[in-house]
C-alpha cells in the first residue's frame, strides 16, 4: 500500500513555531535526504536550506566527517548513565573544546538542548550565590527583545511575546533592560559612531537592582529571534565591567552564535571577554543531535565542591546527559574546524555573500537595512524606509516571500518581516548567487505588484 506522507503527518504531528490551519493551505514538506546545503524531498525536488535548518547544520548535511564519527561510535556505546560514569569521547571532547574557549572556562555541565542548558546556568548562578553568602541575589536580568529558549526559566529570561505573551502569569520576574536597537537607535548614532550611549538604560537598572541580582543573560552581539539584531562589541565590553562592579554573573548565549556563526569561534571574541558561564549548543554537534553544554570557572565550581552531606552538590541532572552519540559528532566538527580549511573558506567567501546582499537588497523601496555578522545577513522590510514604519503584521509580508521562495527550491524561514540568511559554513558563492537572486525575485514580486 503506497502512504500518503503528508497526509500520514497531519493525522499524527503537532509541528513546532507553526499555526496548524497554515498546513491546509501549505502541507509539510516529507524530506527524504540532504547532502551539503541541500534538502532533498520524497519527490525529489531540492531546496537550499539558506537557514541551516534552525541555525544547527554547521557543516552541511550528511557531512563524511560527522557521520563517520556517529557511525564508529553508534557500534561501541550508544549512551550510559552520566553520574559516576563517563566516556572518552565526552573526556576528549571537554579536552579540545577548552582550548578554543575564552580563558578561564574550565568546567563543562551537559544538558540535551538549548533551553535545558539556560535553566542549568540561572540555577547554578542562583545556588552559587545561596551558598557564598549572597543570599539577597536571587533575580535575574535580561534584554528587551530578547530570546533564550523556550522552558519556563528560559522564556522569562526571554522577551518576544510571541513565544511568551499567554504564560506571563507563570513566568519570573525578570528585571529588563532595553537593548540595543541600532537600526532605530533612539541617540541617532549607527554601529560605527557610536559609543554604546544606550548602556544608559543598563546602568540605571545595575545601580537600582545589581543588589539583588544573581545573574544577566544575554545573546551575545546578535539578538536572533527579535529578528537578526546586531549590536557593537563594546556593548559587551561595558557589561563585563558592570557585572564585575555589582557582583553579578555574566551568562552568554552562545546557543546560535557559537562555532564562527558571527565570523569567530565565539561572538564573545569580538569583545575579547570572558563570561562567568557560557551556553552552548546547535553547531556544537553539526545539528546531527541533541547536545548543549553550561561551561563555567573554577570559582563557580569551587563553590559546589564539599561533601555530599553539605548539599552543596549541584542536583540537576539530563538523562541524555554527555550523551556518546552527541559527543562524538561534536569531535567530528571539531576535526574539520581544527584544520582551519573553514576558516580559510569563510575569509574568502563571507566579504562576497555580505557585498552580494548589500547591492542587490539595499535600493529597494522597502528595504530599510541590511546588517551582516559572519555569514549571517539579515534584510528588514519596512512599509516607509524614511519614517522606518513596518507594515502591519496580519500582512504577513515575511511569510508571503517564504512561501514565493519554497517554491522555487529556496528555504528562507522569516522572523517577522525580516528575511535572513544563516546557511551552512561551508555555502559556495554559486549557491549565495544563486539564492540571492531567488530571494530577490520572491521579494519583488510580493512587494511590487
Not at 340 to 345: M, N, T, W
Request: hydrophobic share 35%; proline share 4%.
Amino acid at each position: 500500500m503506497k502512504i500518503n506522507w503528508q497526509k500520514e503527518d497531519l493525522k499524527h504531528i503537532w509541528h513546532p513555531c507553526s499555526q496548524m490551519k497554515d498546513y491546509e493551505e501549505l502541507p509539510p514538506i516529507v524530506i527524504e535526504k540532504g547532502q551539503g546545503i541541500n534538502l532533498y524531498d520524497i519527490n525529489g525536488k531540492e531546496y537550499k536550506d539558506v537557514v541551516s535548518s534552525w541555525w544547527c547544520n554547521l557543516l552541511g548535511h550528511c557531512n563524511p566527517v560527522i557521520s563517520k564519527r556517529l557511525k564508529e561510535q553508534a557500534d561501541k556505546l550508544e549512551h550510559v548513565i552520566f553520574a559516576n560514569f563517563s566516556h572518552k569521547p565526552v573526556i576528549e571532547l571537554c579536552m579540545r573544546l577548552q582550548k578554543l574557549l575564552p580563558k578561564g572556562l574550565t568546567k563543562f555541565n551537559f544538558a540535551d538542548n538549548g533551553s535545558s542548558a539556560i535553566e542549568m546556568a540561572m540555577k547554578l548562578s542562583f545556588q552559587y550565590f545561596q551558598q557564598t553568602g549572597f543570599s539577597e541575589k536571587k533575580r535575574f536580568m535580561a534584554l528587551s527583545d530578547a530570546y533564550h529558549g523556550e522552558t519556563i526559566g528560559a522564556l522569562s529570561i526571554g522577551a518576544c511575546d510571541l513565544y511568551s505573551k499567554i504564560y506571563k502569569p507563570i513566568l519570573l520576574d525578570v528585571i529588563r533592560i532595553q537593548a540595543p536597537d541600532c537600526y532605530r537607535c533612539p541617540f541617532n548614532k549607527n554601529r560605527q559612531n557610536c559609543n554604546c550611549e544606550c548602556f544608559c538604560d543598563c546602568e540605571k537598572q545595575f545601580e537600582k537592582y545589581g543588589a539583588q541580582t544573581a545573574a544577566i543573560l544575554v545573546e551575545p552581539l546578535l539578538q536572533g529571534s527579535a529578528g537578526m539584531k546586531i549590536y557593537p562589541a563594546l556593548y559587551l565590553k561595558k557589561l563585563r565591567e558592570i557585572c564585575d562592579k555589582y557582583n553579578v554573573h555574566l551568562i552568554l548565549d552562545e546557543i546560535a552564535t557559537g562555532f564562527y556563526r558571527t565570523g569567530k569561534m565565539f561572538a564573545c571574541n569580538h569583545a575579547n571577554i570572558t563570561p562567568d558561564i557560557m551556553c552552548v549548543s546547535k553547531g556544537l554537534t553539526g545539528g546531527y543531535m541533541p547536545m548543549a553544554i553550561a561551561i563555567t570557572t573554577d570559582k563557580i565550581y569551587n563553590a559546589f565542591y564539599d561533601e555530599y552531606n553539605t548539599h552543596k552538590a549541584f542536583m540537576h541532572s539530563h538523562t541524555y546527559s554527555g550523551n556518546p552519540l552527541g559527543a562524538s559528532c561534536a569531535l567530528g566538527v571539531l576535526d574539520i574546524l581544527e584544520t582551519g580549511e573553514i576558516q580559510k573558506h569563510l575569509a574568502e567567501v563571507t566579504p562576497y555573500f555580505n557585498n552580494l546582499i548589500k547591492e542587490k537588497f539595499l535600493n529597494h523601496k522597502n528595504i530599510g537595512e541590511v546588517r551582516s555578522i559572519g555569514l549571517i545577513n539579515a534584510i528588514e522590510i519596512v512599509k516607509n524606509k524614511n519614517t522606518k514604519e513596518s507594515f502591519d503584521s496580519k500582512l504577513r509580508t515575511g511569510y508571503q516571500i517564504y512561501k514565493k521562495a519554497l517554491k522555487k527550491g529556496v528555504l528562507l524561514r522569516p522572523l517577522g518581516d525580516v528575511i535572513y540568511f544563516n546557511p551552512p559554513l561551508i555555502i559556495d558563492k554559486k549557491d549565495m548567487d544563486y539564492v540571492t537572486n531567488i530571494a530577490f525575485e520572491c521579494l519583488c514580486e510580493t512587494l511590487d505588484n
